[in-house]
């Protein structure tokens, strides 16, 4: 079993920045394949970026691609998202998820965290 928090959402204009924290607890962190996703008022949950266990590659939605970062730290069990520019298109509830497969398909996720907003608006 693994408990994912969430952390770092808020209001921002557009143009600025916010980073997302996942603090993960209960299993091996280092072994999951981490991804973050996102959900705005009547969509389907998104993938925006996925990190994966071992080699650390990294894969991006285009929309979000040389706007986002996903990085993690093992040694404190903390998964990353730096968003910058930031445009109002952004806003949703941003999820972490944790799981055994790299993929953008929310379904191949086991473990998810609770989310946290992300709200760009002048």
């Known amino acids: 079993q693994v408990q994912l928090v969430e952390s770092g959402g808020g209001s921002v204009q557009p143009g600025g920045s916010l980073r997302l924290s996942c603090v993960a607890s209960?299993?091996?962190?280092?072994?999951?394949?981490m991804a973050w996703f996102r959900q705005a008022p009547g969509k389907e949950r998104e993938g925006v970026a996925l990190m994966a266990s071992g080699t650390g590659g990294t894969s991006y939605v285009d929309s979000v691609k040389g706007r986002f970062t996903i990085s993690r730290d093992n040694a404190k069990n903390t998964v990353y998202l730096q968003m910058n520019s930031l445009k109002p298109e952004d806003t949703a509830m941003y999820y972490c998820?944790?799981?055994?497969?790299?993929?953008?398909?929310?379904?191949?996720?086991?473990?998810w965290g609770q989310g946290t907003q992300v709200t760009v608006s002048s």
């Open positions: 998820a944790a799981g055994p497969r790299y993929s953008f398909r929310p379904e191949r996720y086991s473990y």
């Open positions: 209960g299993s091996t962190f280092s072994s999951y394949h």
